[in-house]
């Protein structure tokens, strides 16, 4: 090996470099397409004045995907990306509050919707609301309710089969 190998070698260097620039500098994706064109100088070079052609194809298949690797993992630590990244929750946030009381007592109950359901919405059982998912049908508000089941955490309803009640007085013979 001598000095026909610093030239493929500083291309392919250079290339690798313009690819972890191209994920923190916002150029259009003219920063990625010079990398590419540096990489095939950098490929010409080697199998046109070198017998190591070979060997910098395997280094390129090898190297490219180690930087793209590099440049994914440290590029959620830069200020462009904590700017479009949410913050991770505080304590606070996760902490669960009255709507993640057990629901398994509402089950077989019959309440009433607050918000229209389509099919999710607010529901009223016991005083209090609660987040609730129809069978698929919409359901208009302020509609008596029976909870189903409850299924990820959410309660079921469906719309409460009420009997009439009949208001003519009965005779007894």
Do not use: K
């Not at 830069?78 to 509050?97: K, N, Q, S």
């Not at 009255?98 to 389509?118: E, F, M």
């Amino acid at each position: 090996m001598g000095f026909e190998l610093v030239w493929p070698t500083l291309c392919l260097l250079g290339s690798l470099l313009l690819v972890l620039a191209e994920a923190f500098i916002p150029s259009g994706g003219l920063i990625g397409i010079l990398a590419v064109g540096l990489l095939l100088v950098s490929l010409y070079l080697a199998f046109t004045t070198t017998a190591y052609g070979w060997l910098f194809l395997i280094a390129v298949g090898v190297l490219l995907p180690a930087t793209v690797m590099l440049a994914v993992s440290l590029w959620p630590h830069t200020p462009i990306a904590r700017y479009l990244f949410l913050p991770p929750p505080t304590t606070e946030e996760t902490t669960p509050g009255p709507s993640a009381w057990p629901l398994s007592h509402l089950v077989g109950q019959i309440g009433r919707t607050v918000t229209p359901l389509r099919p999710t919405g607010i529901v009223l059982f016991e005083g209090r609301r609660h987040e609730a998912i129809s069978e698929g049908i919409p359901i208009e508000a302020n509609t008596l309710v029976r909870a189903l089941e409850i299924r990820g955490g959410r309660l079921i309803v469906r719309v409460a089969e009420v009997p009439e009640w009949d208001d003519t007085p009965q005779t007894s013979n």
